[in-house]
């Protein structure tokens, strides 16, 4: 649960305790307010190609999970005593926690001082960009996508009795919404009308200043003087007047509604037709953008089409045409689960390699790749690194799940609820401090909203919905799924600290550090929530 240790589970350890007048210097003896949360965004980075700093990173959640078991256990004590239990603890009445505390405290800060050892600095992971920035130059062919491009052929077409529309490209990492946006901004016919264009990468980090000004330089040859915003937008408010445009901002992640107001100030003075189009991860960002909205939301490709982006890569059949090697090659794309990107990087690994070799890529899982090797898992780790704090362990939960599992909204918020998941914003308290100071026969605490954790689990699940870690089943009403390879991903995360245990079919080790797991049957699916260090 790598998010957990960043953000969100620090600063829960510290507020569960807090909720419970537990005082602030009791805190920081057990925890030492020695790790930063930046500081733990770094470690999660380097961890996934550095094995010292994976050993690292593994050491500091156990310990915090320690840490947690042992304020759990301190305020039940403290809740049903009417004197300060924390005096009696400190004061060493109870000399088998102290020692605990002393034990646990000694391993946080033990890791606090090798942590220079590992090169760790205080970066916050937001800071980082997985990938080279995007172009307009379209590598390769584009393949399967012949109705998505009749799609959004039509959707331009459609704008022309409007002076601003906003074309969206919904979809996973990977999944080729660049791709798709590339084929488009290169297509001479469409593209013929417009007296404008421009392609833009605007990344994680929206900084509107930057992307007005990279905007101008695309369809200026006259940049000088743009040292202010106020002059930047003024030359691109000239450029646009009268003119049908099109703009591609590609990788767009920011919904601040502010933020886009100000940006689309000088869009407005161009002509009927006139477009931007982005790519996007999440749902809710070209709403946000335009009123003149329509997003298309791009599925995943077929498993042929999967082989074709493959054999592409892997040079095949050029150099490597023979029927052992396409036996073995038309199998891997199964592995690709439609995300041309998964596809790319498996043939790129195939290349120039024997049979021998691409048995080995087919028997491997695509998370024992580097980030080197393969470009698949930065593409879906971004998106989980730019989940909220709060939705982080939420979607790492999910590894407890088999893949393909039919979700029920309202079973996985109580299931939420139950792991002590989900918190009441602006001061609430979490579910289980709620039980704690209510009784179990009392109603649910309120937020100042006046929403109880069931509403502020619905609404942790429509937005991690939103940006597409689930989806609407085809099958099954009111049930949801989640890719295979986000699946894989929240398994990656969890690590040894999840464990899923099925009665029938493979099963999965119990490790020493295991803090979760589930119980899989036959005909049914139970989860046992329990930590192996509190039993």
Request: hydrophobic fraction near 35%; include cysteine.
């Amino acid at each position: 649960m790598t998010g957990v240790l960043g953000e969100a589970f620090l600063s829960r350890l510290i507020d569960f305790a807090l909720e419970k007048l537990i005082s602030a210097d009791a805190i920081n003896f057990v925890v030492g307010k020695k790790l930063s949360s930046d500081l733990v965004d770094d470690a999660e980075l380097k961890q996934l190609d550095n094995h010292d700093v994976k050993e690292w990173f593994n050491s500091l959640q156990d310990a915090l999970y320690t840490a947690g078991d042992l304020l759990d256990r301190v305020c039940t004590k403290a809740a049903t005593q009417k004197d300060t239990f924390l005096g009696k603890i400190f004061n060493s009445e109870d000399s088998q926690m102290v020692d605990e505390i002393e034990r646990v405290v000694g391993r946080i800060e033990d890791l606090e001082k090798s942590k220079g050892k590992l090169g760790l600095e205080k970066i916050s992971a937001s800071s980082f960009s997985w990938k080279t920035p995007s172009t307009s130059l379209v590598r390769g062919n584009v393949y399967g996508r012949e109705d998505d491009q009749k799609a959004l052929i039509k959707m331009l077409n459609d704008n022309n009795e409007h002076h601003l529309s906003v074309i969206s490209i919904v979809g996973i990492g990977g999944v080729g919404k660049t791709t798709l946006a590339q084929w488009l901004y290169n297509n001479a016919e469409l593209m013929e009308g417009f007296n404008r264009k421009a392609w833009v990468c605007v990344s994680e980090n929206f900084n509107i200043v930057e992307t007005t000004k990279n905007i101008v330089k695309e369809i200026s040859t006259n940049t000088q003087d743009l040292d202010s915003f106020n002059s930047i937008q003024d030359a691109l408010k000239k450029e646009l007047s009268e003119k049908k445009f099109f703009v591609v901002l590609d990788d767009v992640w920011s919904n601040d509604h502010h933020q886009w107001k100000d940006f689309l100030a000088p869009f407005q003075y161009g002509v009927k037709g006139s477009t931007i189009l982005l790519t996007t991860r999440e749902k809710d960002v070209g709403s946000v953008v335009q009123t003149n909205y329509h997003p298309h939301y791009l599925n995943p490709l077929s498993e042929d089409y999967c082989w074709s982006v493959f054999a592409a890569n892997a040079s095949f059949p050029e150099s490597n045409g023979r029927p052992r090697f396409e036996e073995i090659g038309k199998t891997i794309p199964r592995k690709c689960n439609g995300l041309p990107l998964a596809a790319e990087t498996l043939g790129c690994l195939c290349r120039r390699h024997d049979a021998e070799e691409w048995e080995k890529i087919l028997r491997s899982d695509i998370w024992e790749f580097s980030t080197n090797e393969s470009k698949i898992i930065p593409a879906l780790l971004i998106s989980y690194f730019h989940l909220p704090a709060h939705l982080k362990p939420c979607f790492v939960h999910c590894a407890l799940f088999p893949k393909d599992y039919l979700f029920d909204k309202d079973e996985l918020i109580l299931l939420w609820m139950a792991e002590d998941l989900l918190r009441l914003p602006n001061g609430g308290e979490s579910s289980r401090a709620e039980k704690r100071k209510r009784g179990e026969s009392s109603r649910p605490k309120k937020n100042n909203r006046g929403e109880s954790l069931e509403e502020v689990g619905c609404k942790c699940f429509e937005e991690l919905t939103s940006r597409l870690f689930f989806k609407p089943a085809s099958y099954g009403i009111g049930r949801y799924v989640m890719h295979d390879l986000l699946h894989d991903l929240a398994i990656f995360l969890a690590r040894d600290f999840y464990c899923r245990i099925q009665e029938l079919g493979e099963q999965e080790e119990m490790k020493v550090l295991s803090s979760h797991s589930s119980f899989v049957t036959f005909t049914t699916w139970k989860l046992m929530s329990s930590n192996h260090k509190s039993l």
